[in-house]
């Protein structure tokens, strides 16, 4: 009864893979550091041998052009090396997404799909962790609202996805408990860190501009620059009780995330 978890040493698969061990529940991380190349889809059944369900997180997005094709190979190898579940992290919105968790289907394995709002660890443990210590935050897109997920509840949600019994094709959409435009995000981050925190809508060159001067590749900003254009147009501003569903307690708060990660000092 072994769980593999793909992306095992990102955000949310390491988060994953400790709620395992807490639990006693066998696990393995997966990614190129063990062997694992979404780049090499040889890698792939080797990998997944042995398993009897997998945690599915793409990087570096699910939503990029030519990841449905990657999805269906990887669904038909689950199927061939008999998984009986998988869990698909995925975003709310995003029509490149939908084909991905349709491709991944494909295969016939039972797969539970957590389609989230914006994660608030984006903030911290993201791209936008430089624009908040530089009190910044500097997107292409309006001030629109968005329901920011904290990834600890996304990690909480997929445990129970990849441990209920009997193994469900379902998909859950997984927000935060309230609306917030970036402005207002902004603003809890500023009160949390006690200096000023602005929001700006810039062009699209000038978001890669800033993602290159962080550090992110120009061939992943550009993908995720067009991705923020499409779906930050209030398309995903509703907020679900999903979390709640799954884990019987409500999500948490954007000024929970923002207090604990000051705290913390990662923006100082
Ligand atoms: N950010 C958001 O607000 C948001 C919202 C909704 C959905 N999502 C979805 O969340 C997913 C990203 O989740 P995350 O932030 O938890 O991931 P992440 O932290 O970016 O994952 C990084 C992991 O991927 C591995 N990796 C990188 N390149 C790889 C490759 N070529 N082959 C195999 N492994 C590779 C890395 O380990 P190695 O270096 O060892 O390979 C690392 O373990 C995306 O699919 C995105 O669509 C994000």
Same mark, same amino acid.
């Given at each position: 009864m072994t769980t593999l978890i793909l992306g095992g040493a990102g955000r949310s698969g390491t988060r994953v893979l400790t709620r395992l061990?807490?639990?006693?529940?066998?696990?393995?991380?997966?990614?190129?550091?063990?062997g694992f190349d979404w780049d090499d889809s040889s890698t792939w059944a080797p990998a997944l041998r042995g398993t009897t369900g997998a945690y599915v997180c793409f990087t570096p997005d699910l939503a990029f052009p030519g990841v449905p094709e990657k999805m269906e190979a990887l669904g038909r190898i689950a199927a061939t090396e008999g998984l009986e579940r998988l869990v698909l992290l995925s975003g709310r919105g995003e029509e490149g997404a939908r084909a991905s968790e349709a491709a991944l289907r494909e295969g016939g394995v039972a797969t539970t799909v957590l389609r989230c709002s914006w994660f608030q660890q984006n903030f911290s443990e993201h791209f936008l962790a430089g624009p908040v210590r530089r009190g910044r935050l500097r997107l292409p897109a309006p001030d629109v609202p968005e329901a920011f997920v904290d990834l600890d509840d996304v990690a909480d949600a997929a445990?129970?996805? #990849?441990?209920?019994?009997?193994?469900?094709?379902? !998909?859950? $959409?997984?927000?935060?408990?309230?609306?917030?435009?970036?402005?207002?995000?902004?603003?809890? #981050?500023?009160?949390?860190?006690?200096?000023?925190? !602005?929001? $700006?809508?810039?062009?699209?060159?000038?978001?890669v501009h800033d993602l290159a001067a962080d550090g992110v590749p120009a061939q992943e900003a550009e993908p995720l620059a067009r991705l923020f254009t499409e779906i930050l147009d209030g398309r995903n501003a509703s907020i679900t009780d999903d979390i709640a569903q799954l884990l019987d307690r409500p999500a948490s708060p954007l000024n929970a995330y923002a207090q604990r990660t000051a705290n913390s000092g990662d923006w100082s």
């Open positions: 061990a807490a639990a006693a529940l066998p696990a393995l991380p997966a990614s190129r550091r063990t445990v129970v996805a #990849l441990t209920r019994t009997p193994p469900k094709d379902s !998909t859950y $959409e997984l927000s935060g408990p309230e609306l917030l435009t970036f402005t207002q995000a902004a603003a809890i #981050l500023a009160h949390a860190c006690d200096r000023p925190i !602005t929001f $700006e809508e810039v062009d699209v060159p000038t978001f």
